[in-house]
């Protein structure tokens, strides 16, 4: 059994590394973001409650799994249940980088071009990563990783 939390900056490398374990090992793989944001709607934050049911149904119902995300609220509720976590910390220059770099997320932009027009957003996002004081930025990663007892790594490039 293998429950591995991945969190950090956006355009950390979240998604990709979380594909790899699940493919490697052929668990399923969660995105905060498919639970935390209302379908086809733009930047719509759905309920915490019910992206909360929605995580737990996903952990309910797999043995083994593979969540990564950025999100310290949902991160708190899955991190009990969690055999291993990573926290991918490259430095905010790497996740612009990164960023420049994204391909089409198509489960979570219709196109390449909507997708193209969070660009600039994004990119500023990724820069406030140090400075936030919410469930999104670097504090709260930290307490989360140095508060972790089991199995962790901190990956920093």
């Known amino acids: 059994m293998q429950r ?8 950390s ?17 969660l995105d905060l973001d ?4 209302e379908p086809n709607q733009v930047a719509v934050r759905r309920s915490h409650k019910d992206a909360v049911r929605d995580l737990q149904d996903f952990i309910k119902n797999n043995t083994s799994w593979v969540i990564e995300g950025c999100y310290s609220t949902l991160i708190e509720v899955v991190i009990d249940f969690s055999t291993e976590i990573y926290f991918l910390n490259p430095g905010v220059d790497k996740c612009l980088e990164n960023n420049r770099h994204r391909p089409w997320e198509f489960h979570k932009f219709s196109s390449p071009e909507e997708q193209a027009k969070t660009f600039e957003f994004l990119q500023n996002w990724i820069q406030q990563y140090e400075q936030r004081n919410d469930e999104f930025g670097y504090l709260s990663h930290r ?5 972790f007892q089991g199995k962790k790594c901190e990956i920093r490039d």
Do not use: H, Q, R
């Open 4 to 11: 591995i939390l991945i969190f950090g900056n956006s355009s």
């Open 34 to 37: 498919t639970i935390a944001w």
């Open 143 to 147: 307490i989360i990783f140095d508060n």
């Open 13 to 29: 490398g979240k998604s990709t590394l979380a594909k790899k374990f699940g493919k490697d090992l052929d668990i399923p793989v």
